[in-house]
């Protein structure tokens, strides 16, 4: 099952056409929601027992580890799979940082020095809650930079990406891909419940009237930074239990094709083994 | 059930006997492995329900936050509680510091620089694996801080935690009770299982021959730390099952302490959901 969901997610290169992908489909996946719901709930176990492989790895000097890239407009679920997918796994090998509006200090830096300051260390799974591709999606839409600097910045990711890659990362970017109406009706569900009001901002509905334009920039953004190294995928995000496991699944193919050991003792096992037998009693 | 657990665990001010503190008990739960089991997963529900209420609050402004405090000798479970009882709440709402030996920076700096740095924000709930508490146990073991410091370190741990509490901050301070004999019994298991060697160290068992001069530090530290605002609760750790209910059923009370609300909306509900509905279409 596992290979034909990345397969049908992962981004041809080449121009995108968001209008041209089914944000409702489960593609990759035979099976309905609560077959879903089950198959994410059985990959607990190895992911559990992966991450914990490439935790154990960093003790032994091993620089590898993943950084997961969760792009999507408002709503479509970056929080979800945080709380269901990420939390299956050890949260103390998990590193989650939500990006917000740029602060004062991290204006005055380039795009990138915030992102830095964020990257996981050896053993941890990273995981961004919107990323540096803000900086090319609210960045081309509000005008908060002009041609030739988007132009420049797709080709610093890139070069960033490329880096993290020869360092050890795993980059692995998704793109959550809902439909206006399923916005629409995930807003209307915000505003109906007291308990979600905090989730509800107006500025979203201001957000929304732009949708247009976020999607060329994401259209424009995936084309220019889908690089072999750091490929994008996009995943039909209008069903949650799909978005949920799809996220799941590239995590597990992830973990699974870094083929991690468990690391070798550097002592000498028969020798400790010894000694705490024959330790002076401890009281 | 519940706060019967806290209650059994809160331990009384005055001098402290370890020694008088059974490891392998399960005080306030009356029941097995399988029943302590099922009541941490019942736990769940409640326990995410109220950490995304505390973490919707701090949208409107609250101070609020946890602080979770593991301490333990070597084997006694601080990664165990990690996974498997701060891995019932969305990770997205967590953050975890685990604290090793001081890098020459953080020796730069008095001992709690490095602690402040390391705080939780409002509405996270933050764990402290080992902490500040360090700095007055090994470094009493291994003098590398004489009688003097040590004493302004007890009080200076005190005024910080009082300042905390003052600041938002609800602090939960565990120590995992293991007997020496089941210190023994899990190295011995790292030791003979290969793909546990990567959590054994032979520095491991020179720490444990000096298990009686922890003890003292221990038991002078919770001694002079046990304080109304930010007390000590000794958990029985032989039985991993009853350390991982009791830490979670500690933090659940420590929640529900906190009569967490749904935020109010900051903005006009009726307005806003008219202005949905009567948008111009979205395509």
Not at 99 to 110: G, I, L, R, V, Y
Not at 116 to 138: C, M, N, Q
Not at 185 to 197: C, Q, T, V, Y
């Amino acid at each position: 099952m596992s290979p034909a969901i990345r397969d049908a997610l992962r981004l041809p290169t080449g121009p995108v056409d968001l209008t041209a992908i089914e944000t409702d489909a489960a593609p990759g996946f035979d099976g309905g929601k609560s077959d879903g719901q089950a198959a994410l709930a059985e990959m607990g176990a190895e992911l559990a027992d992966l991450q914990e492989r490439l935790w154990a790895e960093r003790t032994v000097g091993s620089e590898r580890r993943v950084l997961l890239v969760l792009q999507g407009m408002d709503t479509s679920g970056k929080g979800g799979v945080l709380r269901h997918t990420i939390g299956l796994v050890d949260p103390q090998g998990v590193r989650i940082t939500s990006f917000k509006a740029p602060t004062e200090e991290e204006k005055q830096h380039d795009f990138l020095w915030r992102i830095e300051k964020a990257l996981p260390g050896a053993g941890y799974i990273g995981v961004f809650d919107r990323s540096h591709y803000e900086d090319v999606l609210i960045a081309r839409v509000r005008n908060f930079a002009d041609a030739d600097e988007l132009q420049r910045r797709y080709g610093a990711i890139n070069d960033f990406e490329a880096r993290l890659a020869d360092e050890g990362f795993s980059v692995v970017k998704c793109m959550l891909h809902i439909s206006a109406d399923e916005q629409k009706a995930r807003l209307a569900e915000r505003l109906a419940n007291p308990e979600k009001h905090w989730k509800y901002n107006p500025g979203d509905l201001d957000e929304r009237a732009l949708w247009p334009a976020y999607r060329d920039a994401y259209e424009i953004a995936l084309e220019h930074t889908n690089t072999e190294v750091a490929p994008w995928h996009v995943v039909p995000s209008d069903k949650k239990w799909f978005r949920n496991l799809a996220v799941g699944d590239l995590l597990l193919e992830t973990l699974r094709g870094l083929d991690l050991e468990w690391p070798p003792a550097d002592f000498d096992v028969a020798a400790e083994t010894e000694r705490l037998a024959e330790e002076t009693p401890v009281q």
